[in-house]
């Protein structure tokens, strides 16, 4: 059995299961995560609003463990979406230097926690250098399957679903469009092959989805907190957690 700092899974599972008093079987499969607020938690400080993305790179680290602890088998962060790009140059670099940052120096954190990466957004417009480096971050961790992390960079949900129509239009006759299914669409996603997420969570007081995984979302669990994101830890997702297994999802049935 696979071990996380020499416990087996199932025993840090259970333990952290317990404390919160949760469920097993009512666990999350896919979280997904707007982490927001970096900049208004440095601006509390009277830091500079790239001290609150450092920190921000904190809690993931800690949100990636977390999340494996509680037996949650996706996390889904959206680290930068296709209109951040309308920030300030200086802000936009130095974010872009934090992924590559990140893909180097979080490696070995990432394999002793079990997570295995995919980065998903439109990779073309990523520079070469940082390409190759998400490139190497998912070759790296790809044997890994405690949990899978997929990084959004540079992601848009409307651009995710116009390329999709793009495809199927230029890859598919017109009787095998009339065929189509919302299985079939979703295959046509950057999230093919992934669950749909149980869980949305946005950190930071804003009540909004922000161009992230609309399709995807359709039956997800809405939690939204005031906390900022570098102050995200295990107590809040915990709390989160109770939260989500109090709700009765009901898929429009009774
Ligand atoms: C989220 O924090 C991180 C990114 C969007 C990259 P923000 O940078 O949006 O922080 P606020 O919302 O300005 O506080
Ligand atoms: C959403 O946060 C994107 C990420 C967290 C990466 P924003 O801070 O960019 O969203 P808005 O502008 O408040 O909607
Ligand atoms: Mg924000």
Same mark, same amino acid.
């Given at each position: 059995?696979?071990?996380?700092?020499?416990?087996?899974?199932?025993?840090?599972?259970?333990?952290?299961?317990?404390?919160?008093?949760?469920?097993?079987?009512?666990?999350?499969?896919?979280v997904?995560i707007?982490?927001?607020?970096?900049?208004?938690?440095?601006?509390?400080?009277?830091?500079?609003?790239?001290?609150?993305?450092?920190?921000?790179?904190?809690?993931?680290?800690?949100?990636?463990?977390?999340?494996?602890?509680?037996?949650?088998?996706?996390?889904?962060?959206?680290?930068?979406?296709?209109?951040?790009?309308?920030?300030?140059?200086? @802000?936009?670099?130095?974010?872009?230097? =934090?992924?590559? %940052? *990140? $893909?180097?120096? #979080?490696?070995?954190?990432?394999?002793?926690?079990?997570?295995?990466?995919?980065?998903?957004?439109?990779?073309?417009?990523?520079?070469?250098?940082?390409?190759?480096?998400?490139?190497?971050?998912?070759?790296?961790?790809?044997?890994?399957?405690?949990?899978?992390?997929?990084?959004?960079?540079?992601?848009?949900?409307?651009?995710?679903?116009?390329?999709?129509?793009?495809?199927?239009?230029?890859?598919?006759?017109?009787?095998?469009?009339?065929?189509?299914?919302?299985?079939?669409?979703?295959?046509?996603?950057?999230?093919?092959?992934?669950?749909?997420?149980?869980l949305f969570i946005r950190?930071?007081? @804003?009540?909004?989805?922000?161009?992230? =995984?609309?399709? %995807? *979302? $359709?039956?997800? #669990?809405?939690v939204?907190?005031?906390?900022?994101?570098?102050?995200?830890?295990?107590?809040?997702?915990?709390?989160i957690?109770?939260?989500?297994?109090?709700?009765?999802?009901?898929?429009?049935?009774?």
């Amino acid at each position: 059995m696979p071990t996380i700092s020499g416990l087996t899974d199932t025993l840090i599972v259970d333990k952290h299961l317990e404390d919160f008093n949760l469920e097993s079987e009512n666990i999350p499969t896919h979280v997904a995560i707007i982490m927001d607020g970096n900049g208004r938690w440095a601006k509390k400080r009277h830091l500079p609003r790239i001290m609150g993305h450092k920190s921000g790179t904190e809690a993931f680290r800690v949100a990636v463990k977390n999340c494996s602890r509680f037996g949650i088998k996706y996390l889904s962060v959206y680290a930068f979406s296709s209109e951040n790009w309308k920030r300030p140059e200086d @802000e936009v670099k130095f974010l872009m230097s =934090l992924f590559k %940052q *990140l $893909s180097i120096n #979080e490696v070995k954190n990432l394999n002793k926690n079990g997570a295995r990466v995919k980065v998903l957004g439109d990779k073309e417009g990523l520079s070469e250098d940082l390409r190759k480096h998400m490139k190497s971050l998912e070759k790296q961790t790809e044997h890994n399957d405690v949990i899978q992390v997929n990084l959004l960079i540079n992601y848009g949900s409307r651009r995710e679903i116009l390329d999709a129509i793009k495809t199927i239009s230029k890859t598919l006759s017109k009787e095998e469009i009339n065929d189509l299914t919302e299985k079939d669409v979703s295959n046509y996603l950057y999230t093919k092959d992934i669950p749909d997420p149980d869980l949305f969570i946005r950190t930071s007081g @804003e009540y909004r989805i922000s161009n992230f =995984l609309l399709w %995807q *979302l $359709s039956y997800a #669990e809405f939690v939204f907190t005031d906390i900022f994101w570098p102050d995200f830890n295990l107590d809040e997702l915990g709390k989160i957690l109770q939260e989500y297994q109090s709700r009765h999802r009901r898929y429009g049935g009774l």
